[in-house]
């Protein structure tokens, strides 16, 4: 734990309650407002006096758990009045008087009465700080007039108005080796002055690399551009061919405007909810169909959903997309340091969507925003990052009865909690979804634009894949951690595997002892100290949180949650690689820690340009702490291989994967049998009939005798 770290949690009880003023939220998982924000960066600029700043980030530090349990057992009692301190964490970066040399600083100021700086900690030798968005943009503006980086253009023999466009890389890594901190740039040609023109389509050889802190040009690196051997344009004879390349456009103007037709016969899909939504938000704390909890946004892992309860029972104290990790599988240099960590490297906060009625989510909405602030300081909103709204799901359960033809079914109806992220060419759509039988699922989606690099036409890779002329999609992963802080019915709980496998098959004994070979079991082992565990889906391998303090009634087992994990394809890199080295969560499907305030994020506090030594997940499971009947975190890495196909170009269709948390023995009964049956009456469908836009019941009435209906069969 930092120095900063020790100062969080032990500062509740210096601070005292009940002094934040009218303007500071009264829930202590709030956000940072932006009044709180200008009073953090007011107190820094007080200390600072007369030095160049640069503000990174900051978000809302959170009570530990000692003083917010409590606290949020009072508000569900309603009985919660005093508010607890409210400490903003901020990364500064600071100039020394020279001048010559930036010093980075995590920084806490209590944003209650008169802030203060209480606490500045230098970012620790060999550790870098994320990137930010006026950074990148300095940098790429930097890049874009230098000298040496312009004569390399030249040499390509670009059309004499050629636009070229240079996004902003995380560097990645060479080796275990301490290195200055750098931007990397992918660079493109620009087929038109549209900026909305697909330029992905177009990759240049070339890969050139920025001083973060100076903005000074580090070096200029060349690609290999046949598709097995490390040769380079340097190593090319001729002119480099960009004429080969084709526009691959995706905007719908550019793509009008070049005589692209859309498809006609899409008929308008409205989703109509004539009494509003079901849910109600207060603050944000958020009720509906018996659930209730507070949504969090920060800088680091975007959307936070804490204190989860289900009909006033504890379930979950705190969920998040705790990391996520991108190694792409090109082992030739520069490509070899080809790996990001999207939320630690830049912020799921930062680069969150501001999401519109219409576009991202159907039906009633609502939406959160975001405060944060720009690189001098000045205030920014972020206006709706979260949007929340109701979805049909189908059949949640059903039964006909077969001698009376009648049916009993529902369907379900969840809701969603959803953010969407772009950094750079790609997105990350991430999905919390609530069920009314007190499931909880996360979905992520991954869609966007490959990251694409040069490859000479008629060249194919064992790299990648060519989806345009000239094109290389290169092979890569996207591998999620998931962080699960239980609760279930109370913070002392213990992990079980749990897999379901065949009895040994003897005709020798009696039937009980399986005779006739049909039998299995569930096998039951109890995870009692920190450390990994992996999925087995030949084994049905499932993994419950139980509360062994609290038996459930009927079945006289304890109480519990199940994760039913996602069996992904881990990290591909070697074990002796710093790719590997750096993806602390890669390794294994599952983890289970001991709760420790501060412990958030599995591939550690600073991922960027990281080298082995983040101090994440692998140092905490190390401890071997007890984990049995205690208070604990439970860690689940997923994600997707991906290997191009042209398909995916010059947008990817989402690609979408879920895990799921269910209820296991909590309830004494299905939680779903007090939801409404589903009528015609409350759902007024209306019946297809080909080549007519029907209105009215007669009509309908006479379709469905026209199409051989059987009314007796549905719901009333």
Same mark, same amino acid.
């Given at each position: 734990?930092?120095?900063?770290?020790?100062?969080?949690?032990?500062?509740?009880?210096?601070?005292?309650?009940?002094?934040?003023?009218?303007?500071?939220?009264?829930?202590?998982?709030?956000?940072?407002?932006?009044?709180?924000?200008?009073?953090?960066?007011?107190?820094?600029?007080?200390?600072?006096?007369?030095?160049?700043?640069?503000?990174?980030?900051?978000?809302?530090?959170?009570?530990?758990?000692?003083?917010?349990?409590?606290?949020?057992?009072?508000?569900?009692?309603?009985?919660?009045?005093?508010?607890?301190?409210?400490?903003?964490?901020?990364?500064?970066?600071?100039?020394?008087?020279?001048?010559?040399?930036?010093?980075?600083?995590?920084?806490?100021?209590?944003?209650?009465?008169?802030?203060?700086?209480?606490?500045?900690?230098?970012?620790?030798?060999?550790?870098?700080?994320?990137?930010?968005?006026?950074?990148?943009?300095?940098?790429?503006?930097?890049?874009?007039?230098?000298?040496?980086?312009?004569?390399?253009?030249?040499?390509?023999?670009?059309?004499?108005?050629?636009?070229?466009?240079?996004?902003? %890389?995380?560097?990645?890594?060479?080796?275990?080796?301490?290195?200055?901190?750098?931007?990397?740039?992918?660079?493109?040609?620009?087929?038109?002055?549209?900026?909305?023109?697909?330029?992905?389509?177009?990759?240049?050889?070339?890969?050139?690399?920025?001083?973060?802190?100076?903005?000074?040009?580090?070096?200029?690196?060349?690609?290999?551009?046949?598709?097995?051997?490390?040769?380079?344009?340097?190593?090319?004879?001729?002119?480099?061919?960009?004429?080969?390349?084709?526009?691959?456009?995706?905007?719908?103007?550019?793509?009008?405007?070049?005589?692209?037709?859309?498809?006609?016969?899409?008929?308008?899909?409205?989703?109509?909810?004539?009494?509003?939504?079901?849910?109600?938000?207060?603050?944000?704390?958020?009720?509906?169909?018996?659930?209730?909890?507070?949504?969090?946004?920060?800088?680091?892992?975007?959307?936070?959903?804490?204190?989860?309860?289900?009909?006033?029972?504890?379930?979950?104290?705190?969920?998040?997309?705790?990391?996520?990790?991108?190694?792409?599988?090109?082992?030739?240099?520069?490509?070899?340091?080809?790996?990001?960590?999207?939320?630690?490297?830049?912020?799921?906060?930062?680069?969150?969507?501001?999401?519109?009625?219409?576009?991202?989510?159907?039906?009633?909405?609502?939406?959160?925003?975001?405060?944060?602030?720009?690189?001098?300081?000045?205030?920014?909103?972020?206006?709706?990052?979260?949007?929340?709204?109701?979805?049909?799901?189908?059949?949640? %359960?059903?039964?006909?009865?077969?001698?009376?033809?009648?049916?009993?079914?529902?369907?379900?109806?969840?809701?969603?909690?959803?953010?969407?992220?772009?950094?750079?060419?790609?997105?990350?759509?991430?999905?919390?979804?609530?069920?009314?039988?007190?499931?909880?699922?996360?979905?992520?989606?991954?869609?966007?634009?490959?990251?694409?690099?040069?490859?000479?036409?008629?060249?194919?890779?064992?790299?990648?894949?060519?989806?345009?002329?000239?094109?290389?999609?290169?092979?890569?992963?996207?591998?999620?951690?998931?962080?699960?802080?239980?609760?279930?019915?109370?913070?002392?709980?213990?992990?079980?595997?749990?897999?379901?496998?065949?009895?040994?098959?003897?005709?020798?004994?009696?039937?009980?002892?399986?005779?006739?070979?049909?039998?299995?079991?569930?096998?039951?082992?109890?995870?009692?100290?920190?450390?990994?565990?992996?999925?087995?889906?030949?084994?049905?391998?499932?993994?419950?949180?139980?509360?062994?303090?609290?038996?459930?009634?009927?079945?006289?087992?304890?109480?519990?949650?199940?994760?039913?994990?996602?069996?992904?394809?881990?990290?591909?890199?070697?074990?002796?690689?710093?790719?590997?080295?750096?993806?602390?969560?890669?390794?294994?499907?599952?983890?289970?820690?001991?709760?420790?305030?501060?412990?958030?994020?599995?591939?550690?506090?600073?991922?960027?340009?990281?080298?082995?030594?983040?101090?994440?997940?692998?140092?905490?499971?190390?401890?071997?702490?007890?984990?049995?009947?205690?208070?604990?975190?439970?860690?689940?890495?997923?994600?997707?291989?991906?290997?191009?196909?042209?398909?995916?170009?010059?947008?990817?269709?989402?690609?979408?994967?879920?895990?799921?948390?269910?209820?296991?023995?909590?309830?004494?009964?299905?939680?779903?049998?007090?939801?409404?049956?589903?009528?015609?009456?409350?759902?007024?469908?209306?019946?297809?009939?080909?080549?007519?836009?029907?209105?009215?019941?007669?009509?309908?009435?006479?379709?469905?005798?026209?199409?051989?209906?059987?009314?007796?069969?549905?719901?009333?």
């Amino acid at each position: 734990m930092t120095v900063v770290d020790s100062i969080v949690f032990s500062i509740t009880s210096k601070l005292g309650l009940g002094q934040a003023a009218d303007d500071v939220p009264h829930h202590p998982l709030d956000p940072l407002s932006a009044a709180e924000i200008a009073k953090s960066v007011e107190a820094i600029q007080n200390k600072h006096a007369g030095q160049r700043l640069w503000f990174k980030s900051t978000q809302l530090v959170e009570p530990p758990k000692s003083a917010l349990g409590p606290w949020l057992d009072d508000l569900a009692e309603g009985t919660a009045t005093e508010r607890l301190p409210r400490i903003a964490e901020t990364l500064l970066g600071k100039r020394d008087k020279e001048g010559a040399e930036w010093f980075v600083y995590r920084t806490l100021i209590p944003v209650a009465g008169d802030a203060e700086v209480i606490v500045e900690e230098p970012v620790p030798v060999g550790h870098h700080v994320p990137p930010d968005m006026g950074e990148m943009i300095a940098a790429e503006e930097a890049l874009l007039n230098h000298p040496e980086f312009k004569a390399a253009v030249e040499k390509l023999q670009l059309p004499l108005k050629a636009k070229v466009v240079a996004d902003g %890389w995380i560097y990645g890594a060479d080796g275990t080796e301490q290195t200055p901190r750098y931007i990397a740039f992918m660079v493109y040609l620009s087929f038109s002055d549209d900026p909305d023109t697909c330029h992905y389509a177009a990759p240049l050889p070339i890969i050139p690399t920025i001083h973060a802190d100076t903005f000074e040009l580090a070096k200029l690196e060349y690609c290999p551009i046949y598709g097995t051997s490390d040769k380079t344009l340097l190593d090319y004879e001729g002119r480099f061919p960009w004429e080969a390349y084709v526009p691959n456009e995706y905007d719908a103007g550019i793509r009008a405007a070049a005589g692209l037709s859309t498809r006609d016969d899409l008929k308008p899909y409205r989703v109509i909810q004539p009494e509003g939504a079901s849910f109600t938000l207060k603050g944000r704390v958020i009720h509906w169909q018996k659930w209730s909890m507070h949504i969090g946004f920060n800088y680091r892992e975007g959307v936070v959903l804490s204190d989860i309860r289900y009909d006033g029972r504890k379930t979950f104290y705190r969920l998040s997309v705790s990391d996520m990790t991108v190694p792409y599988g090109d082992p030739r240099a520069p490509f070899h340091r080809k790996q990001a960590f999207d939320l630690g490297d830049v912020g799921a906060g930062l680069t969150a969507n501001e999401l519109a009625l219409g576009c991202d989510c159907l039906g009633e909405i609502a939406y959160l925003n975001f405060d944060h602030f720009t690189n001098t300081g000045s205030p920014v909103t972020q206006r709706g990052v979260v949007c929340i709204h109701e979805q049909d799901d189908g059949i949640g %359960w059903k039964h006909t009865n077969f001698r009376t033809n009648k049916p009993s079914v529902v369907r379900s109806r969840i809701l969603i909690i959803q953010t969407v992220l772009t950094v750079a060419n790609y997105e990350y759509i991430f999905a919390w979804k609530f069920d009314q039988v007190a499931g909880i699922s996360l979905e992520v989606r991954a869609t966007g634009i490959l990251s694409t690099v040069a490859i000479l036409p008629g060249e194919t890779s064992p790299y990648g894949n060519v989806v345009s002329t000239g094109v290389l999609a290169t092979n890569h992963q996207h591998l999620f951690s998931i962080r699960i802080d239980p609760s279930i019915d109370g913070h002392n709980n213990t992990i079980v595997q749990e897999d379901s496998v065949p009895m040994p098959f003897d005709k020798t004994n009696p039937p009980a002892d399986n005779r006739w070979g049909v039998g299995y079991t569930v096998q039951k082992t109890s995870i009692t100290k920190s450390g990994w565990a992996d999925a087995a889906p030949e084994k049905n391998r499932v993994f419950k949180i139980v509360n062994p303090n609290k038996i459930n009634a009927v079945s006289g087992k304890p109480v519990s949650y199940k994760l039913v994990p996602a069996p992904s394809q881990l990290m591909l890199a070697h074990p002796d690689s710093v790719a590997y080295a750096r993806a602390e969560f890669g390794e294994h499907h599952q983890y289970v820690t001991s709760y420790k305030d501060g412990e958030l994020y599995a591939g550690g506090l600073y991922t960027n340009q990281s080298n082995g030594g983040a101090n994440g997940i692998r140092s905490w499971i190390a401890r071997e702490d007890n984990v049995d009947n205690t208070d604990l975190v439970l860690w689940h890495t997923f994600g997707l291989t991906h290997n191009p196909r042209v398909e995916d170009f010059p947008v990817m269709p989402c690609e979408t994967h879920m895990i799921h948390l269910k209820p296991n023995d909590f309830f004494n009964a299905s939680p779903g049998m007090d939801v409404p049956a589903s009528t015609q009456a409350f759902n007024q469908s209306r019946l297809h009939a080909p080549g007519q836009h029907l209105q009215g019941s007669n009509k309908v009435e006479v379709a469905a005798k026209a199409n051989g209906l059987n009314r007796k069969s549905c719901c009333a």
